[in-house]
């Protein structure tokens, strides 16, 4: 069994700054590719940012050079640093991890960024 969690999340005024943290435990024998993905209301779920285990980024043209995607491959933890918020940016938070060619969702965190 495989469970992730995140932390990090809440409420922060435009142009400040929040870090997400993310932790998988469990039955895990390598992990590959983990992202951090959101879902605003009434929108569909997005990749927000993602790292392969060699630690290639890759992030959406709305974050790019305000957030940063890094993980800790000794402690299987995932973390989004995140700058210069914009109310566009609410959303809950989600990290993805896949392992074994199956992928798994931590519960979600919220973050809100008022103007």
């Known amino acids: 069994q495989v469970r992730v969690v995140e932390s990090g999340g809440g409420l922060v005024q435009a142009g400040g700054s929040l870090r997400l943290s993310c932790a998988a435990s469990?039955?895990?024998?390598?992990?590959?590719?983990m992202g951090w993905h959101r879902q605003a209301p009434g929108k569909q779920r997005e990749m927000v940012a993602g790292?392969?285990?060699?630690?290639?980024?890759n992030y959406i043209d709305s974050v790019k050079g305000r957030f940063t995607i890094s993980r800790d491959n000794a402690k299987n933890t995932l973390s989004l640093q995140m700058n210069s918020l914009e109310p566009e940016d609410t959303a809950v938070y989600y990290c993805?991890?896949?392992?074994?060619?199956?992928?798994?969702w931590g519960q979600g965190t919220q973050v809100t960024v008022s103007s």
């Open positions: 993805n991890v896949w392992i074994g060619g199956r992928q798994y």
């Open positions: 469990g039955n895990i024998f390598n992990i590959g590719f």
């Open positions: 790292i392969s285990s060699a630690g290639n980024t």
